[in-house]
């Protein structure tokens, strides 16, 4: 990695030096940020959600002592002394299936047929499996031959020995995963307390920019910033609520904003650029409150961050790729904190890198990367042209690629720090 040398001080606006740096950006914008208050949910619609209470089992688990393996039950002590040379008899009396109760007792020196998951009859203590068994039928009725002894609790499940009742089984501030939903569902859960899924109303601007179904005129390009936030804002956990696009019209964004209702979080793209975001400026400073700020990032160098009324707002620049890099940066951890989830920081891992990247301007160079596994190490390289803006590269991308605001060229074969897509799992990298 070569480093910069040491830069002359400077008082211009475009000085980095004179910018917020990320981690300072980052920390204004979260401080503005809690967890929201909880609600009661189907357990399903709980996935990924935060618990707001600690859940004590009312039963046990298993609830009764229960056949671990298809097989017969019987008592381990009338088994000694069997060996393979002198095998010893048990009349087989009767069969218990999984969901019914044993009709009787085991009586002394016999065995019960037993299927896995069924209660145990009082008396046995002990469970061998049918493949360890030799079958025959007699005049005398059903009979096995036993050529070990058993063990006591021998593929038996005690009651409880899972989850003991008034058990704590997770705690409040616990993501719920999918094995988590199966525990819950076992102790007889079908709702719980988690902390809300936040709303974030997401706000296109620009005269140039227009909806699918509408011709493109002349100057016009589509509004991929609109759907793209939303999906973003989905994935990292919150409820997009997409308010359209607003002209660069004081009165159109103010009408546009007004529709955000009870959202937690309004989003604008668009319109940032120095000298350019008057239109949005004036609305938030008559109805709310407003910061422009430069970042020592690239790309997402112009950002505002404020609110209208009591609702806080992030200004993300109009460029798409910007866009995407400053809400992953800004918006991702504010809706983990608003989730009370624990973990708000960036997924961060080494990688190698396949070519050499250059950062010139002393920002956080957030390039965009493809990253895989190669004979268990992992490469990256930049996805698409490397262009700003370009969407398809944006598309392809499954990590950023990060080279910090002091290093001039990150090199070829050297490891940099590689922040993962919400949706990049190791399986996909393979
Ligand atoms: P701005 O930040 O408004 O100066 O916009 C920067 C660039 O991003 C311009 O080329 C805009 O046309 C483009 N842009 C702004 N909004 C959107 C959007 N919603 N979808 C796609 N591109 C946009
Ligand atoms: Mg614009």
Redesign the pocket.
Same mark, same amino acid.
């Given at each position: 990695m070569i480093r910069r040398g040491p830069r002359q001080a400077s008082q211009s606006w475009d000085d980095p030096q004179m910018m917020l740096s990320v981690d300072e950006a980052r920390a204004r914008i979260l401080s503005a940020f809690s967890p929201l208050q909880p609600v009661t949910l189907p357990l399903l619609d709980a996935l990924g959600l935060v618990l707001a209470e600690d859940i004590q089992s009312p039963i046990n688990i298993p609830p009764f002592r229960n056949s671990a393996m298809d097989g017969f039950a019987l008592r381990a002590g009338d088994t000694v002394p069997a060996t393979p040379a002198s095998p010893l008899t048990f009349a087989v009396r009767g069969e218990i299936a999984a969901g019914q109760a044993p009709s009787s007792a085991l009586a002394p020196g016999t065995a019960m047929r037993i299927m896995t998951g069924a209660p145990l009859p009082q008396g046995a203590d002990a469970v061998v499996r049918f493949e360890e068994v030799i079958e025959h039928d007699t005049t005398m009725g059903d009979r096995i031959l036993i050529s070990r002894a058993a063990r006591v609790a021998e593929n038996v499940r005690e009651a409880g020995e899972d989850v003991v009742a008034g058990m704590t089984v997770v705690t409040a501030g616990t993501a719920i995963s999918p094995m988590l939903v199966g525990l819950l569902a076992a102790i007889g859960r079908s709702t719980v307390r988690v902390v809300r899924r936040p709303i974030v109303a997401i706000l296109?601007?620009?005269d140039?920019?227009v909806d699918a179904g509408v011709d493109l005129g002349p100057a016009q390009?589509?509004?991929?910033?609109?759907p793209m936030l939303a999906a973003l804002a989905r994935q990292f956990g919150a409820e997009p609520r997409q308010l359209g696009?607003a002209l660069d019209s004081e009165a159109a964004i103010r009408e546009r904003l007004s529709a955000s209702g009870e959202a937690d979080l309004l989003v604008t793209?668009? =319109?940032?650029?120095v000298g350019?975001f008057d239109v949005v400026k004036q609305v938030l400073q008559r109805d709310g409150r407003i910061d422009l700020w430069q970042v020592r990032m690239k790309p997402g160098k112009p950002l505002a961050f404020g609110s209208l009324g009591t609702t806080p707002l992030l200004g993300l620049?109009?460029?798409?790729a910007a866009a995407a890099v400053a809400f992953s940066q800004f918006g991702r951890p504010a809706i983990r904190t608003m989730l009370g989830l624990s973990r708000v920081a960036p997924r961060i891992v080494r990688a190698r890198l396949d070519t050499a990247i250059e950062n010139r301007g002393n920002r956080r160079h957030f390039v965009r990367g493809v990253i895989r596994i190669e004979q268990n190490d992992r490469v990256v390289r930049p996805a698409g042209s490397g262009k700003g =803006?370009a969407l398809s590269g944006l598309a392809e991308a499954n990590c950023f690629i990060i080279v910090p605001e002091d290093c001039e060229r990150a090199l070829s074969d050297e490891c940099v720090d590689v922040e993962l897509f919400e949706d990049t799992s190791l399986e996909q990298l393979g």
């Amino acid at each position: 990695m070569i480093r910069r040398g040491p830069r002359q001080a400077s008082q211009s606006w475009d000085d980095p030096q004179m910018m917020l740096s990320v981690d300072e950006a980052r920390a204004r914008i979260l401080s503005a940020f809690s967890p929201l208050q909880p609600v009661t949910l189907p357990l399903l619609d709980a996935l990924g959600l935060v618990l707001a209470e600690d859940i004590q089992s009312p039963i046990n688990i298993p609830p009764f002592r229960n056949s671990a393996m298809d097989g017969f039950a019987l008592r381990a002590g009338d088994t000694v002394p069997a060996t393979p040379a002198s095998p010893l008899t048990f009349a087989v009396r009767g069969e218990i299936a999984a969901g019914q109760a044993p009709s009787s007792a085991l009586a002394p020196g016999t065995a019960m047929r037993i299927m896995t998951g069924a209660p145990l009859p009082q008396g046995a203590d002990a469970v061998v499996r049918f493949e360890e068994v030799i079958e025959h039928d007699t005049t005398m009725g059903d009979r096995i031959l036993i050529s070990r002894a058993a063990r006591v609790a021998e593929n038996v499940r005690e009651a409880g020995e899972d989850v003991v009742a008034g058990m704590t089984v997770v705690t409040a501030g616990t993501a719920i995963s999918p094995m988590l939903v199966g525990l819950l569902a076992a102790i007889g859960r079908s709702t719980v307390r988690v902390v809300r899924r936040p709303i974030v109303a997401i706000l296109s601007t620009g005269d140039e920019v227009v909806d699918a179904g509408v011709d493109l005129g002349p100057a016009q390009i589509r509004n991929s910033n609109g759907p793209m936030l939303a999906a973003l804002a989905r994935q990292f956990g919150a409820e997009p609520r997409q308010l359209g696009i607003a002209l660069d019209s004081e009165a159109a964004i103010r009408e546009r904003l007004s529709a955000s209702g009870e959202a937690d979080l309004l989003v604008t793209s668009g =319109g940032v650029s120095v000298g350019d975001f008057d239109v949005v400026k004036q609305v938030l400073q008559r109805d709310g409150r407003i910061d422009l700020w430069q970042v020592r990032m690239k790309p997402g160098k112009p950002l505002a961050f404020g609110s209208l009324g009591t609702t806080p707002l992030l200004g993300l620049p109009g460029n798409p790729a910007a866009a995407a890099v400053a809400f992953s940066q800004f918006g991702r951890p504010a809706i983990r904190t608003m989730l009370g989830l624990s973990r708000v920081a960036p997924r961060i891992v080494r990688a190698r890198l396949d070519t050499a990247i250059e950062n010139r301007g002393n920002r956080r160079h957030f390039v965009r990367g493809v990253i895989r596994i190669e004979q268990n190490d992992r490469v990256v390289r930049p996805a698409g042209s490397g262009k700003g =803006g370009a969407l398809s590269g944006l598309a392809e991308a499954n990590c950023f690629i990060i080279v910090p605001e002091d290093c001039e060229r990150a090199l070829s074969d050297e490891c940099v720090d590689v922040e993962l897509f919400e949706d990049t799992s190791l399986e996909q990298l393979g």
